[in-house]
């Protein structure tokens, strides 16, 4: 009667390289998320592998059940403690690491080995939760190559050198990197993510607000992470151009200013306005932000297939943005505008609160000049206002503080001061938001914004101009918009102040040493190949899968066409994969895949050569174990030596070897 039985493998204990191979595969993939895990989780799992180690070395003993028990319920407090949720990203993987090294201090038998090396490739595998770069691949891919060595020693049932085990990996991950790149061409593409991200996984990206009040901006000012990348179709244009707008902010309550709610056009989906001059064509990288709001060089003329367009020259994307992607654009450094509308004039002109006597002298004087705006400007450039990026805090009236007490603000401060006072002036305003310059990576040949490049300027409507830029921040700071941000931080970090050093002062002063400039260099390349990364691999979505599909025949390819395509591919490179495996296998030394024949039979009746055992050794075991095989082994021991050892050759002798191992037979064959 047919039997179903589960296959069990015989449990030994695995030699103590192999043993400490999986604590070193558990300290390397824990090391892909030690930026992110707290201090206390980190030690409490390197202090959990260190426990096993002296398991493992120096006979210490295994820790009770009821121990176990408590650490595991120490752990789920702490962690729910920390993030006040056991779901969600954060929580998740620190759970998970904390479960890999309790795992770790229980293991008792190979099939607990087995289990901890599986536990490691998924908390490998979360780190793509929080980045899909091309160091974190690499980093991974290490990961892996470590934990994979670790799984070929564990399954071996005899000790295997290091070096040996290191090949025999490399040859497995080399062997199935074809069937890695099907899987990825081919594998049916769909919109988005293949599973939703956890609520959590966009919280930590850091942005644009829709709202600015003194200080909100300068939160950016620190963050080195990336906002966009630009390619330009043609010469990228001078930085006094390069303005990035995002937001308009029409409302304030003297304090914050936000989106206007009132619907001040007709057809939001038409901007009204004509181009004047050469018009300028760019690709933009976006990264994620969670947010819905795109950027585009002022002002734009087009608009994305994912995205819409909104009063103020403002692009908003059609779904918040949770992966990176391309939008091609064109815009109009300069433009004419159609005629402001009187609910737009009086949403624009709208002021919270009346001015300040010092303020009312001010602005009155300023009536008088025949150009209110340039007035305004040259007040800011002549008197002792600075940049800094660090201002005070400003309480009450903070227009009238502002201007006459502290002189100290960063470039929202000066935006929504000017904003204001345009008001006072009789000039519609309204406050925009974006990003301004951008650091030019020559290695890639494009153009990097930050979100330390966050900036607030100024539109005033001025009359047969329509909406025209006025930046503020260029009075006092001029190096803000000439030189980029990054430049202007390494000019305060120095102790320069802005608009106090001659050209060729900021540029010494920029170069730096030989070392940081070469350092500089060296983070442009890097980030050309982060680039290319992301271009090439990550952005590899259901759009280019089709023109893929296209290029193989497929007009118009199904899911079914496309799964079918997916398993000819795999299952040709599998029997490609087996071909060459027997071509090699039948290409071996006669001699040794005769031996290696007759090794086998024995090793079916029970009796396996150890790998570092030498032909004689095994004969000796055969004898001592197996006397009734011994008679028919020894001629073919004894070929094999002659062969090998004895530098003789000959067809005739290798015949007689093959001939003996095709007759052998061991008991139960």
Same mark, same amino acid.
């Given at each position: 009667?047919?039997?179903?039985?589960?296959?069990?493998?015989? #449990?030994?204990?695995?030699?103590?390289?192999?043993?400490?191979?999986?604590?070193?595969?558990?300290?390397?993939?824990? *090391?892909?998320?030690?930026?992110?895990?707290?201090?206390?989780?980190?030690?409490?799992?390197?202090? $959990?592998?260190?426990?096993?180690?002296?398991?493992?070395?120096?006979?210490?003993?295994?820790?009770?059940?009821?121990? %176990?028990?408590?650490?595991?319920?120490?752990?789920?407090?702490?962690?729910?403690?920390?993030?006040?949720?056991?779901?969600?990203?954060?929580?998740?993987?620190?759970?998970? *690491?904390? /479960?890999?090294?309790?795992?770790?201090?229980?293991?008792?038998?190979?099939?607990?080995?087995?289990?901890?090396?599986? $536990?490691?490739?998924?908390?490998?595998?979360?780190?793509?939760?929080?980045?899909?770069?091309?160091?974190?691949?690499?980093?991974?891919?290490?990961?892996?190559?470590?934990? +994979?060595?670790?799984?070929?020693?564990?399954?071996?049932?005899?000790?295997?050198?290091?070096?040996?085990?290191?090949?025999?990996?490399?040859?497995?991950?080399?062997?199935?990197? =074809?069937?890695?790149?099907?899987?990825?061409?081919?594998?049916?593409?769909?919109?988005?993510?293949?599973?939703?991200?956890?609520?959590?996984?966009? #919280?930590?990206?850091?942005?644009?607000?829709?709202?600015?009040?003194?200080?909100?901006?300068?939160?950016?000012?620190?963050?080195?992470?990336?906002?966009?990348?630009?390619?330009?179709?043609?010469?990228?244009?001078?930085?006094?151009?390069?303005?990035?707008?995002?937001?308009?902010?029409?409302? +304030? #309550?003297?304090?914050?200013?936000?989106?206007?709610?009132?619907?001040?056009?007709?057809?939001?989906?038409?901007?009204?306005?004509?181009?004047?001059?050469?018009?300028?064509?760019?690709?933009?990288?976006?990264?994620? +932000?969670?947010?819905?709001?795109?950027?585009?060089?002022?002002?734009?003329? +087009?608009?994305?297939?994912?995205?819409?367009?909104?009063?103020?020259?403002?692009?908003?994307?059609?779904?918040?943005?949770?992966?990176?992607?391309?939008?091609?654009?064109?815009?109009?450094?300069?433009?004419?505008?159609?005629?402001?509308?009187?609910? *737009?004039?009086?949403?624009?002109? %709208?002021?919270?609160? =009346?001015?300040?006597?010092?303020?009312?002298?001010?602005?009155?004087?300023?009536?008088?000049?025949?150009?209110?705006?340039?007035?305004?400007?040259?007040?800011?450039?002549?008197?002792?206002?600075?940049?800094?990026?660090?201002?005070? /805090?400003?309480?009450?009236?903070?227009?009238?503080?502002?201007?006459?007490?502290?002189?100290?603000?960063?470039?929202?401060?000066?935006?929504?001061?000017?904003?204001?006072?345009?008001?006072?002036?009789?000039?519609?305003?309204?406050?925009?938001?974006?990003?301004?310059?951008?650091?030019?990576?020559?290695?890639?040949?494009?153009?990097?914004?930050?979100?330390?490049?966050?900036?607030?300027?100024?539109?005033?409507?001025?009359?047969?101009?329509?909406?025209?830029?006025?930046?503020?921040?260029?009075?006092?700071?001029?190096?803000?918009?000439?030189?980029?941000?990054?430049?202007?931080?390494?000019?305060?970090?120095?102790?320069?102040?802005?608009?106090?050093?001659?050209?060729?002062?900021?540029?010494?002063?920029?170069?730096?040493?030989?070392?940081?400039?070469?350092?500089?260099?060296?983070?442009?390349?890097?980030?050309?190949?982060?680039?290319?990364?992301?271009?090439?691999?990550?952005?590899?979505?259901?759009?280019?899968?089709?023109?893929?599909?296209?290029?193989?025949?497929?007009?118009?390819?199904?899911?079914?066409?496309?799964?079918?395509?997916?398993?000819?591919?795999?299952?040709?490179?599998?029997?490609?994969?087996?071909?060459?495996?027997?071509?090699?296998?039948?290409?071996?030394?006669?001699?040794?895949?005769?031996?290696? %024949?007759?090794?086998?039979?024995?090793?079916?009746?029970?009796?396996?050569?150890?790998?570092?055992?030498?032909?004689?050794?095994?004969?000796?075991?055969?004898?001592?174990?197996?006397?009734?095989?011994?008679?028919?082994?020894?001629?073919?021991?004894?070929?094999?030596?002659?062969?090998?050892?004895?530098?003789?050759?000959?067809?005739?002798?290798?015949?007689?070897? %093959?001939?003996?191992?095709?007759?052998?037979?061991?008991?139960?064959?």
């Amino acid at each position: 009667m047919f039997e179903w039985r589960t296959y069990r493998p015989p #449990d030994r204990a695995p030699d103590r390289h192999a043993a400490n191979g999986l604590l070193l595969s558990a300290l390397a993939a824990l *090391a892909l998320h030690i930026q992110r895990l707290p201090l206390w989780l980190s030690l409490g799992v390197c202090g $959990l592998v260190a426990s096993r180690y002296l398991v493992e070395n120096y006979g210490w003993r295994h820790p009770p059940r009821l121990i %176990r028990w408590c650490l595991l319920l120490a752990a789920v407090i702490a962690v729910f403690n920390t993030y006040g949720t056991l779901l969600g990203r954060e929580a998740g993987i620190s759970l998970l *690491a904390l /479960l890999v090294g309790l795992k770790i201090l229980e293991i008792r038998s190979l099939r607990d080995y087995f289990v901890s090396v599986f $536990l490691l490739y998924f908390l490998a595998l979360g780190a793509f939760l929080f980045s899909q770069s091309l160091l974190t691949a690499g980093l991974a891919m290490a990961v892996a190559v470590v934990t +994979t060595a670790t799984l070929v020693r564990l399954s071996l049932p005899n000790a295997l050198p290091a070096s040996e085990g290191l090949r025999l990996t490399v040859a497995i991950l080399w062997r199935a990197v =074809p069937i890695m790149l099907v899987m990825y061409l081919l594998f049916p593409r769909i919109q988005g993510s293949l599973w939703g991200l956890p609520a959590d996984a966009f #919280d930590a990206r850091t942005g644009l607000s829709d709202t600015v009040t003194p200080g909100s901006i300068n939160e950016l000012s620190s963050s080195g992470e990336v906002a966009f990348r630009v390619d330009f179709t043609g010469p990228a244009p001078h930085p006094r151009q390069r303005y990035w707008r995002s937001l308009v902010l029409s409302h +304030t #309550d003297g304090t914050t200013w936000s989106r206007a709610r009132e619907a001040v056009t007709v057809n939001a989906d038409i901007w009204p306005y004509r181009g004047v001059g050469e018009p300028i064509d760019y690709t933009i990288d976006y990264e994620a +932000t969670g947010r819905r709001w795109l950027v585009a060089m002022d002002v734009p003329a +087009t608009v994305p297939a994912e995205a819409t367009a909104r009063p103020g020259f403002i692009l908003v994307a059609k779904r918040p943005v949770q992966k990176r992607f391309q939008y091609a654009m064109r815009s109009y450094p300069a433009h004419s505008a159609a005629p402001l509308a009187p609910a *737009a004039r009086a949403l624009h002109l %709208r002021t919270p609160r =009346p001015m300040s006597r010092r303020v009312r002298a001010l602005v009155d004087a300023w009536q008088r000049e025949p150009d209110p705006v340039r007035a305004v400007l040259r007040y800011f450039h002549e008197q002792d206002f600075v940049y800094t990026l660090t201002p005070p /805090l400003l309480r009450g009236d903070l227009l009238d503080e502002f201007l006459f007490e502290s002189r100290r603000g960063y470039c929202e401060h000066y935006a929504a001061t000017f904003a204001m006072l345009m008001r006072h002036l009789g000039f519609p305003s309204r406050l925009v938001v974006g990003y301004q310059g951008g650091e030019w990576n020559n290695a890639g040949g494009y153009l990097v914004v930050r979100q330390a490049d966050a900036h607030a300027w100024v539109e005033v409507w001025r009359k047969h101009r329509g909406w025209t830029r006025v930046d503020p921040t260029a009075a006092v700071a001029p190096e803000r918009i000439e030189l980029g941000m990054t430049a202007l931080q390494a000019l305060l970090a120095r102790g320069a102040l802005p608009g106090e050093l001659e050209p060729a002062a900021i540029r010494a002063l920029l170069e730096g040493r030989w070392l940081a400039r070469q350092w500089r260099r060296l983070g442009m390349y890097w980030d050309a190949v982060n680039t290319a990364w992301n271009r090439w691999v990550m952005a590899y979505g259901p759009e280019r899968q089709q023109r893929l599909l296209n290029s193989l025949g497929f007009d118009t390819p199904s899911w079914a066409q496309v799964v079918v395509t997916l398993v000819i591919g795999v299952a040709s490179l599998l029997l490609v994969l087996a071909a060459t495996l027997l071509w090699t296998r039948n290409r071996m030394d006669p001699v040794a895949a005769s031996y290696r %024949r007759f090794c086998a039979k024995l090793g079916k009746s029970g009796l396996s050569r150890h790998a570092h055992e030498g032909p004689l050794d095994f004969y000796h075991r055969i004898l001592a174990a197996r006397p009734d095989l011994a008679a028919d082994s020894k001629p073919i021991i004894a070929l094999y030596v002659t062969l090998r050892y004895g530098n003789v050759a000959g067809e005739e002798l290798v015949d007689q070897l %093959r001939g003996r191992v095709r007759r052998f037979k061991a008991a139960g064959q």
